[in-house]
């Protein structure tokens, strides 16, 4: 189990409001034919990469690459910085050795805070 985080939370709270009587938030989503194969293990078919992809569009910015992924990889970061490692491998599902591989980068703010030091 995850935790959903409070500036994930506030917006989904807000989507639960107007769902009144509803089960689901995202209820049109799990009516599709693609969600109903993800179910059944084939989770490529929802492509909520491609979705993703319009809504950044639409805001005005260009996609990055590689849309989940770089999200996934950014969050375990920002995670790793606040809590257990432990923890946050659970959550975000990776093993120690791809978690070194990937999320353990040296960052500027480390650096600043480890020289300033008394």
Known sequence: ?????????????????QTEGKTYIFEQLRKRESTKRGERGN???IN?????????????????????????SSAGIDLLARFPP????EWI?????VAREHYFPIRQVDIEKATNEE
Do not use: S, Y
């Open 48 to 72: 909520l990469r491609e979705r993703l992809r319009r809504k950044i569009v639409k805001a005005g910015f260009r996609p990055w690459p590689k849309l989940w992924q770089n999200l996934r």
């Open 43 to 45: 989770w490529r078919a």
């Open 93 to 97: 599902g990776h093993t120690a050795d």
């Open 1 to 17: 189990m995850a935790p959903i985080f409070p500036p994930v939370r506030c917006h989904l709270q807000a989507l639960w409001e």
């Open 86 to 89: 432990a923890a946050v491998l």
